[in-house]
């Protein structure tokens, strides 16, 4: 990814969500061999409408690709356009463009799905 302004990292995190109701928030950063990383921006992830819709439930028989939930950019999320809470293979994902905040501009793209890990407690609030 050297010298390149629109990195692919294709990365998968997985992350312990204590409050449902608080946004995930999302730094990035550049990597510098030599300095300290450089902080390219912020976002923050409301996963609000995506966990109202997996308390829903009932997607198993649901055709890949059905959309379950627009989502609109606001003033309360980060969204750079509309998301949509999409099922596949039984599970709800939703894919979003998120507009980096605290810099002058920037996009990042990401997917969220719900897991339920051993030994967690699932979906509560």
């Not at 690709?65 to 039984?90: M, Q």
């Amino acid at each position: 990814m050297e010298d390149n302004c629109n990195p692919i990292w294709n990365e998968e995190l997985t992350i312990y969500i204590k409050d449902l109701k608080v946004p995930i928030i999302l730094c990035v950063y550049d990597e510098d061999t030599f300095t300290k990383d450089d902080k390219m921006g912020d976002a923050e992830i409301d996963i609000k409408p995506y966990v109202k819709c997996l308390k829903k439930k009932g997607y198993e028989g649901v055709l890949d690709g059905t959309k379950v939930e627009k989502v609109e950019p606001s003033s309360d999320n980060c969204l750079a356009r509309e998301s949509f809470i999409v099922c596949n293979k039984g599970k709800l994902i939703q894919e979003m463009t998120l507009r980096l905040k605290n810099v002058e501009c920037g996009e990042v793209e990401v997917e969220i799905e719900w897991l339920n890990l051993p030994g967690g407690k699932g979906l509560h609030d």
